[in-house]
């Protein structure tokens, strides 16, 4: 009977320890399983490091920062994983969080003062090109007011040398005059060309008058803008249609005379008079050859030209 109680009791013992150990195993396991679930301080914590992580500012101007949040996030999940110390581990996350951010806030505060600086720069850049583009205008100006000076200068010599050269011209004129026997009257400059460019009675130029109507053309070459008269004139013997015909023909004769040695066409008017406007009495023999003539009327130097 003894011997019966005691197996019962050992029975019942193992029962109660057997139940002991089942339910100490679940309440380990159980254990275990709450200290690795997920912290939701730990994992807010990874994903603010991961996003500053994938930011191409952080990992260029916060390199620092970002890699001390890497580190304060790792410690936290050792801490978490190992120690099961969730208090610390909270504290960590906190801290790994914190440092994430102000690695994004001082990749942002870094990346506009790169840019402010590259703003400046470019500002600089702007700023010495125009300063240059200054320099180049104000070189330019100068060079021009020294080419204005020098032209000035050219033109002062040039009026100068024309003066000179006009001096020199109003000799040149003043000889030519003379060996043409020219006179200043009221009508113009006039030239008068004797009997002896024709032989008696005829319209053709004789050789003799080649020589003086080369100087006359000469000088009135060195005066294009000068328009002139040439006028024919006889004496008072013989018929006075006849006598008007041939100082027209004469007028024309010097005047093709002229146009033949470089005198422009349209520089001439000639016109015949006959035995109008005589010089001298025609009752002497030195009378009528002097009224036997050509004059020639070229303008003054104002354009003045006044006819028949």
Known sequence: MHT???TRCTR?????????????????LLGACASYAPLPALEQARTTVERA?????????????LKDARETLARADKVWTSDHDESEANHLAYLAQQRAEIASNTARARQMDAQIQQSGSETDRLRLQARTREA?????????AQQQAMSAEQRAAQQQAAALSAQERVGVLEAQLRELQAQQTERGLLVTLGDVLFAFDK???SAQAAPRLDKLAGFLMQFPERHMLIEGYTDSVGNESYNLGLSERRAQAVRDALVQR????????AHGFGKAHPVADNGLADGRAMNRRVEIVIADDKGNLRGR
């Not at 109660?16 to 380990?28: D, E, N, P, Y």
């Not at 470089?262 to 008017?269: L, N, P």
């Open 136 to 144: 180049e205008q104000a070189a330019q100006r100068a060079n021009r």
């Open 203 to 205: 319209a053709e130029l």
């Open 12 to 28: 019942s013992t193992l029962r109660h320890t057997s139940l002991l150990a089942t339910a100490l195993l679940a309440a380990g």
């Open 4 to 6: 019966l109680q005691t």
């Open 262 to 269: 470089g005198v422009a066409s349209a520089r001439i008017s």
């Open 53 to 65: 992580s994938t930011d191409p500012a952080v990992g260029q101007y916060a390199q620092i920062e």
